[in-house]
């Protein structure tokens, strides 16, 4: 019986040895965003843009503290590498990629996990022709200098997440521009010491041009994989909307809302956020980038939900309204519905192959007959329906909506129509200023060849449907808090 009982205790032993020595690293060397050829595949883009020339990145560096480390966009975006300060250069001429990587730190390893490091298994998981030890880039820079090539390098500060290319631009110029700070970017620094290295070495200037507008105009189209990974990133934020509107009620404090997508997102395995909670109660809503997020939701509140994750590198942008006792007043319900017919006529014209211009020329007409049919009880609230559809009367191509992919606000490049592969959102807002009335609906779109798909659809919008979504039972009824129950 003895013996038995430890034979058996032996063998769960050896069977849970094996297990640790078999089973993948809880640290993945190599993204699973993407496999190797999707990268591998943009890079023979950009070699098809540069021609003769070599494009040169720097990877982000580690965070000052105990922050898990995110690589730029960028950088990923042509590597997958999520390496601090590992630098990358794409041979135009000899169709070849090498990439950089500092030499293995077996103190940090032993206390966060192994890294990936120079060498044929670096070469293998990432499918890149050479991946050799940081030290090594010096000379290859030289060997580039003496060929006397255009150089094309990232000019536009690294975004890390939660950020777009126009606010890491304002900070770059803000720092820049600070008579007790003044420093430069990191991709200008780099730019500078690639200038000293290769001019010097080659005895004149170097020839260095921007790789930013080569990057932006593949970003602009995404692929079928990238497509996947949006979608999912709609999905989480989705999920997280629909909880938060049946865990709602008045009492509850902007911020116990706001953790409500932050648990969601983490439980979908979310790297972080596309960018801060704009979860706005009342007349707070009225700020459109509000994200205190202190004030106690009160009864009779419309309450703004615009929040998402930054899932593998990507993002999409979802926003809904509800009131926080889970029915719309009379008033509210008319400024809604119109609202929300004028933000379908919107949605409805969108199709593939046209300017956005021709979209929002279509939009007008059906916005048009819309408030001509409409019956209002409310007049601030015709007003405010009449200066929504005036803002389309002379509204450019970028009144249509904004980008999305790996920044909420994604990078732009010069295009002629809306084609298949384009994701964008819309958010048009009616107001009523004097009264700080602010109501905002958004969807993260996709054009496909056929029209378009609605990412977000899934997600109630209709008034009916929003007020059986928060009936139903929310994680405060099953797990309680402090906070005042709905009634």
Known sequence: ???????????IVLIGLVVCLVSPSTRPLFTDAFPPEEFAARRT?????????????QGAAERAGYLKFRQSNQFFYLTGVEVPRAHLIIDGRAKTTTLFLPPRDERMERSEGPMLAPGSEAEKLTGITKVLPQDRFADALSSIASEGRTLYLPHRAEALGAATPGNVKAHDEKTRSDPWDGRASREAAFIEHVKAKVGGAAGRPAVIKDLDPVLDGLRLVKSAREIAIVREASRISGLAIMETMRSARPGMYEYELEAIGDYFFKKHNAQGVAYFGLVAAGKNAAWPHYHAAQSQIRDGDLVLYDYAPDFKYYTSDVTRMFPANGRFTAEQREMYTIYLKLYQALMTSIRPNVDPKLVLAAALKKMEQIVATFEFRTPKIKAAADRFVAMYRNASRSSLGHWIGMEVHDVTAPYDVLKPGMMFTIEPALTIPDERVYVRLEDAILITPEGYENMSGFVPVEPDAIER?????????RRPTETTRRP
């Open 1 to 11: 019986m003895l013996i038995a009982e430890f034979m058996k205790r032996t063998l």
């Open 45 to 57: 883009r950009v070699m098809s843009h540069i021609g003769d020339g070599v494009a040169i990145l």
């Open 469 to 477: 979504l928060m009936a139903e039972e929310g994680m405060f009824e």
